[in-house]
């Protein structure tokens, strides 16, 4: 009668129709589980408490936010928060991690055994303890406000963090960035037309100084002309504190401090990796061909250095976004702090407010991903797997 | 395919196991312990001791509790949580009841599955400035900068507070009592907030206690008291009761030197289980009351010992004196 357990096809789909349902089971229990235990402890559930006003203030919002918004509003400013630190960690580590990645390969003996000392050191300190380690050196070693620090008359330093002069854009100045988006357009109009030229006379011209003057001298001469229609808001001191201008707190530049300089670590190994990849004899070769050493570098040791190095790289501006809800250790206002730290508090309804914060973190590492398989696919070697 | 359907069953039995929450009481005399969640760190309420032993007056009443259902005032198990911890501990069952100078709201006792069963201490939320500030009341902090606690009932008063008083402010927000006094003795806020018992407290634990000043404002109510799981009635009424017990005691004058005193007093024979079947209808022994105030003391003892005026914290007993002493603490009758 079971004599068809033998069959080794049905016997196949039978173990992989038994595994779904066990983990179709389990999953259904759990959630099960959780649903009776809220309703006998008289939890509150439901997605209701993202329409109550929020009723505390948020010192740093990049978006319109007061005590009366609700807590959606505070998710959001911890959302843009978040993705904000991230953004600047990424562009600090890349640069930084490009720099130390080079100095590491260079013939100078100082200089590559100084960038190795750097990623040996900060590699291989936990991240939390460097951002704790950033923060509280600023409060330690930073002034009161009326001591503040002044660079250039207007930039002010102390440890309530540091304040800039914030430009504010006056009637005109949309000519500004009108006359910049022209000069965008006229640099693909001289690639092209070059190009063509290229294409139809094998010579070949410089066209940098083309790019420059519409790119920056265009819409440098229109914001002249146009009597420079910029002026700037300068932070004062007031009482306690400066106000005015545009200023960030010491834990934003702490979290930002400590995420590029960490993750700059594994971006400059990636890098070396990168350019070491390649095979000296390539250089060789292509020069021996005839290319020049710019063309060399563009067509030969590049395309293959990047398709090493990038996919690392990504990874770590992933792990970049991810670190950034360290932030909350010291009380930035990142998504963790904002809302599953005191949104979770007014309303204690932890299942649902740390599910919306996992759904966050997990979109973002799927849209970086993404991004990463895109730029994979197009680095991919042609004609190698087809 | 049997055995799978075994295994299933018996998956569904120990998953079941953990959702049938055996009643606390049980709980805590079969492990023989209670659970009791603090804070962190705060002195008065609770904190360790140079004797590496958790003293305050919230850890007072973990062990009152614990003296009246296990008979022995040491059988706790101190659980230290930060501000956002707590719920979710009690919630999960990690805690058997939590004493972490928590507010009584509202919001709290309706939505998050919790009872609160009493006030150990009434509060409200005040403000610490640095002396050489020179600022006398809160009203004149319009721009300043604020420590505040993460995810405590403070930040929503302030949030109230600057929008009456129409004043812009910042805030620096911190997870651990630590951090927010350390942001405060570096110069990271002007003006520390939180309710006025801690401000007592934080100040003693400064470097220069001398340099920074309680401001008189008070702008918020802030009961604080011991909470536990919502649903369990048994246990409600033992952790409420053994407060009740400390302030009746402190009301007929017994402490834990003169407990042990033949007495003729009809109410101080029934609080201490000589008369009546109080502690049965408890569910717990008849010394229950007895072991509380031999223990731990009433609730006078516990308060002059950890925050009243011979100690560094020097608070006064105000609101929390016996109502016929002019406070608004008042027990129900032992009856």
């Not at chain 1, 070396?272 to 050493?293: N, P, W």
């Not at chain 1, 398709?307 to 998504?335: E, F, M």
């Not at chain 2, 929503?156 to 942001?183: C, H, M, P, V, W």
């Not at chain 2, 009243?308 to 603490?329: F, Q, S």
């Amino acid at each position: 009668m079971f004599s068809f357990l033998y069959n080794n096809k049905i016997r196949f789909i039978l173990f992989q129709v038994i595994a779904v349902l066990l983990v179709t089971y389990v999953a259904y229990y759990a959630v099960n589980n959780l649903n009776y235990n809220i309703e006998r402890l008289g939890i509150r559930s439901g997605f209701g408490f993202l329409d109550i006003k929020a009723g505390f203030d948020i010192a740093e919002h990049f978006i319109a936010y007061t005590s009366e918004s609700t807590n959606l509003g505070a998710f959001y400013v911890g959302l843009t928060n978040t993705i904000v630190v991230s953004i600047i960690g990424i562009i600090f580590a890349s640069v930084l991690g490009l720099i130390i990645g080079v100095a590491r390969l260079s013939n100078n003996y100082l200089i590559s055994k100084l960038a190795e000392t750097y990623v040996e050191i900060f590699r291989n300190i936990p991240i939390l303890l460097q951002i704790l380690f950033w923060y509280n050196l600023m409060l330690i070693s930073l002034p009161l406000p009326r001591n503040s620090y002044d660079f250039f008359n207007g930039i002010f330093l102390n440890l309530r963090g540091i304040y800039l002069p914030k430009p504010i854009a006056e009637t005109g100045f949309s000519w500004v960035i009108i006359a910049f988006l022209l000069g965008v357009f006229i640099c693909f109009f001289v690639k092209w037309f070059f190009n063509k030229k290229h294409d139809e006379t094998g010579v070949k011209h410089r066209t940098w100084g083309y790019y420059l003057a519409s790119l920056l001298g265009l819409p440098l001469s229109v914001y002249l002309l146009l009597g420079s229609p910029i002026h700037f808001d300068y932070p004062a001191l007031q009482g306690f504190n400066f106000t005015g201008g545009l200023s960030f707190s010491p834990e934003f530049l702490a979290i930002v401090a400590a995420l590029s300089i960490y993750s700059a670590t594994y971006i400059s190994e990636a890098i070396r990796a990168g350019i070491e990849s390649v095979d000296k004899g390539q250089k060789e070769a292509a020069l021996a061909m005839g290319l020049t050493q710019r063309q060399t570098l563009k067509f030969v040791l590049l395309p293959q250095a990047l398709r090493v190095a990038i996919p690392p790289i990504i990874n770590q501006y992933l792990n970049l976004t991810k670190n950034s809800s360290l932030a909350a250790a010291i009380g930035y206002a990142d998504l963790v702090g904002v809302f599953s730290g005191t949104v979770l508090n007014q309303v204690g309804q932890a299942i649902e407010i740390i599910l919306m914060t996992m759904a966050v973190y997990l979109t973002l590492s799927l849209v970086i991903s993404l991004g990463l398989n895109v730029v994979n696919y197009r680095m991919r070697i042609v004609g190698a797997n087809e | 395919m049997n055995k799978i359907l075994k295994f299933s069953a018996a998956s569904l039995l120990v998953i079941n196991g953990l959702n049938a929450q055996a009643d606390t009481l049980s709980d805590v005399q079969a492990k023989g312990s209670l659970s009791c969640g603090v804070t962190t760190g705060l002195a008065g309420f609770s904190a360790i001791d140079k004797n590496r032993k958790w003293v305050g007056l919230d850890v007072d009443l973990c062990r009152a509790i614990a003296a009246a259902t296990l008979g022995d005032s040491e059988k706790v198990k101190y659980v230290p949580l930060t501000a956002k911890e707590r719920f979710t501990a009690l919630q999960s069952g990690e805690i058997d009841v939590l004493l972490r100078v928590t507010t009584w709201t509202l919001t709290r006792d309706a939505s998050l599955g919790l009872t609160f069963a009493g006030v150990n201490y009434y509060d409200g939320q005040g403000f610490m400035v640095k002396k050489n500030l020179g600022v006398k009341d809160a009203s004149e902090l319009h721009g300043a900068t604020f420590c505040v606690n993460k995810g405590t009932t403070t930040e929503l008063n302030l949030a109230d507070y600057a929008k009456e008083e129409g004043f812009k402010y910042n805030t620096s927000i911190t997870d651990t009592i630590a951090q927010t006094r350390s942001n405060f003795e570096t110069g990271r806020c002007d003006s520390l907030t939180t309710d006025q018992s801690r401000l007592y407290a934080l100040r003693t634990t400064l470097k220069d206690p001398s340099s920074a000043v309680v401001l008189p404002n008070v702008i918020s109510k802030e009961p604080l008291g011991p909470v536990v799981r919502q649903g369990d009635g048994k246990w409600f009424n033992i952790v409420r009761w053994t407060l009740n017990a400390m302030i009746t005691a402190e009301e007929l004058g017994v402490t834990s030197a003169t407990v042990d005193k033949s007495s003729k007093s009809s109410e101080i024979n029934r609080l201490l289980g000589n008369t009546g079947l109080m502690g049965e209808y408890l569910g717990l022994d008849k010394k229950w009351s007895y072991n509380i105030i031999k223990q731990v003391g009433n609730y006078s003892e516990s308060f002059e010992r950890n925050i009243g005026v011979n100690t560094p914290i020097n608070i006064t007993r105000g609101l929390n004196a016996l109502w016929k002493d002019g406070g608004i603490l008042y027990s129900p009758p032992f009856r």
